[in-house]
């Protein structure tokens, strides 16, 4: 095993007392039928291997709450080049830790991880995002979790749940937990602030007391963290399910401001709080629509959704007229609002900022023909029907009728208001953005039919 060369700080001292604690299958809800059959398999494997196999995490969690997981991750004992021998359809992922990705039919995928240590104790008290990852022992790997939720373990001999943090007493009572000392593990990983919120939201639970007094105390230092991780990880809680919740922990938190600092004075006024809490149900719904499992909308109308209550104080963009020239200089308006105030600050693509844009600076024209009907000089435009998923999902919001899930289903759901690339007619190289040099059409193309094999 690879050990850690610093002196043990206090914290990793206590916790190498702790004996964690075993609940018998006869006192806990998960049974091996409701494991994923892969999982399963990836366990097996593992132990008749001679090594140690855990379902772990998020995986624990939901089955002991009687949910169905989205994933089924798995700690091990092995290290990663033995799980690459173990398991041929497999492949190694990640730098600052390794992951094992093994595959089976259907896409599907179950992720190795060898147990890691609480390396990140032993740096200095001020460095963010620690990378000095090691192999560890399943106490190790219990402490260096983020939540006690999250950190339980299940093995499969005894059909046993191993505790080492109190998580299984949390589950029962509805706590959310930093595991440690919350002051010590927000300042090294800021990140675990959001996601306190997000299991907050999404379980139902409460914040436990000391950990939500972290929280507000240090909701600043998620400033240190790299834009895009902030955006990906709050991006999440956008298509959840639960994005309500999630912003109503923020704003009681107070690190809705440290994300969207523009928004204080709007969400001080009752209206501006409400305004947003109805587009976040709206987008609640359709991701939780029954009908539609796979909806998920675009990125980029998640940050228009989330923005819009602001952007339409700033613009008054459904009770004015765009004539002309008004509709560049709007459009301009937004383009440098949204980059100001947002797009440098989560690392935003410059296709997904137009993305926005397009949607917002349309809202005039289509508030001001919803009831006449959408003329037919609108209806050719490229962006018009992107436009019009945006706009219903706002008069939802507004109190209008549910939009329509089919408007957001795959078949509907292509980004048609990002950028595009022009063809520039001839010339080498794959630069004119033409059609393909093949195709399943009868016929073939160049004039060329298709061969029997």
């Keep these: 095993m690879a050990s850690d060369s610093a002196e043990p700080d206090k914290e990793q001292g ?16 998960i049974r091996p039928r409701d494991i994923d059959r892969e999982a399963l398999k990836v366990l097996y494997r593992l132990r008749d291997a001679g090594f140690s196999g855990y379902l772990v995490g998020g995986g624990v969690r939901d089955l002991y709450l009687g949910k169905q997981p989205k994933d089924f991750d798995i700690s091990t004992n092995a290290r990663p080049g033995q799980l690459r021998k173990l398991f041929r359809n ?12 093994v595959f089976f039919r259907g896409n ?22 620690p990378s000095n990852n090691t192999f560890g022992t399943l106490e190790e790997d219990a402490f260096r979790r983020d939540l006690t939720i ?3 373990f299940y093995e499969i001999e005894n059909n046993t749940i191993i505790d080492y943090v109190g998580g299984v007493a949390d589950l029962n009572n509805g706590v959310v937990r930093i595991v440690g000392d919350p002051e010590i593990r927000i300042t090294r990983d800021p990140v675990r602030m959001l996601r306190a919120v997000r299991h ?24 240190l963290c790299p834009p895009s991780r902030i955006r990906d990880e709050f991006l999440k809680d956008l298509i959840s399910g639960h994005s309500r919740a999630w912003a109503e922990h923020c704003i009681q938190s107070r690190i809705f401001f440290t994300l969207f600092p523009f928004y204080e004075k709007l969400l ?10 109805a587009l976040l149900d709206v987008v609640d719904r359709l991701h939780t629509h029954p009908e539609n499992k796979r909806l998920r909308l675009p990125e980029y109308m998640l940050f228009a959704a989330i923005l819009f209550p602001w952007i339409e104080k700033k613009y008054n963009l459904l009770n004015r007229e765009v004539k002309g020239g008004g509709y560049h200089r709007l459009l301009m308006d937004i383009r440098t609002a949204l980059e100001d105030v947002v797009c440098s600050r989560f690392n935003v693509k410059r ?103």
């Design 14 to 29: 206590q916790a190498s007392k702790v004996h964690s604690t075993i609940i018998k299958e006869a006192d806990h809800p």
């Design 200 to 223: 907050a939201a999404r379980t139902g639970f409460s914040i436990e007391e000391e950990t939500w007094n972290a929280i507000v105390a240090h909701r600043e230092e998620l400033n």
């Design 108 to 129: 599907k995928i179950i992720e190795v991880s060898t147990l890691r240590s609480r390396s990140e104790y032993d740096i200095n008290d001020t460095e963010v995002l």
């Design 150 to 152: 999250n950190s339980l």
């Design 351 to 453: 296709a997904a900022k137009e993305a926005v844009t397009t949607l917002y600076v349309n809202m005039p024209s289509l508030q001001q023909h919803r009831k006449k009907g959408w003329p037919k000089w609108l209806q050719k435009k490229s962006y018009f029907n992107d436009c019009l998923r945006f706009f219903a999902l706002v008069e939802e919001a507004r109190g209008g009728a549910d939009v329509s899930t089919h408007l957001f289903s795959a078949d509907n759901n292509r980004s048609e208001v990002e950028l595009k690339v022009r063809n520039g007619g001839g010339g080498r190289g794959r630069k004119g953005g033409g059609n393909p040099a093949f195709t399943t059409d009868k016929g073939g193309v160049f004039g060329l039919g298709h061969t029997s094999p």
């Design 90 to 101: 497999s492949r190694t992922i990640g730098r600052r830790f390794r992951l094992v990705q």
């Design 268 to 277: 001080l006024d009752e209206e501006g709080a409400r305004q947003l809490y």
